[in-house]
């Protein structure tokens, strides 16, 4: 049986190239974040551009067994937003 995973943040750098070690480990991967990456096409089985602050949202992408679940978000900003925007979803 096919592990599934699913990654946050899977449109920057990191969370990026996480998709791509767990797609060459064999896993079936949903990526999810606000934008799609901007330097190269993903490797997501699935990818859903959304904001993981929206409880529905959450829960709309969330509609099996993941096997593995792993957060990259993150976004450098004001020291104001910051917080809010880094810690608020996890």
């Not at 049986?1 to 920057?12: D, N, V, Y």
């Amino acid at each position: 049986m096919t592990k599934c995973a699913l990654i946050c943040g899977a449109g920057g750098f990191i969370g990026g190239h996480l998709v791509k070690w767990l797609k060459n480990d064999g896993f079936w991967v949903r990526g999810v974040d606000l934008k799609f990456h901007e330097f190269s096409e993903t490797k997501a089985d699935d990818f859903v551009v959304g904001d993981l602050r929206d409880q529905g949202f959450c829960r709309a992408i969330v509609d099996r067994r993941f096997d593995e679940v792993l957060s990259t978000c993150g976004r450098w900003v004001a020291p104001a937003t910051f917080l809010r925007v880094n810690t608020t979803p996890t």
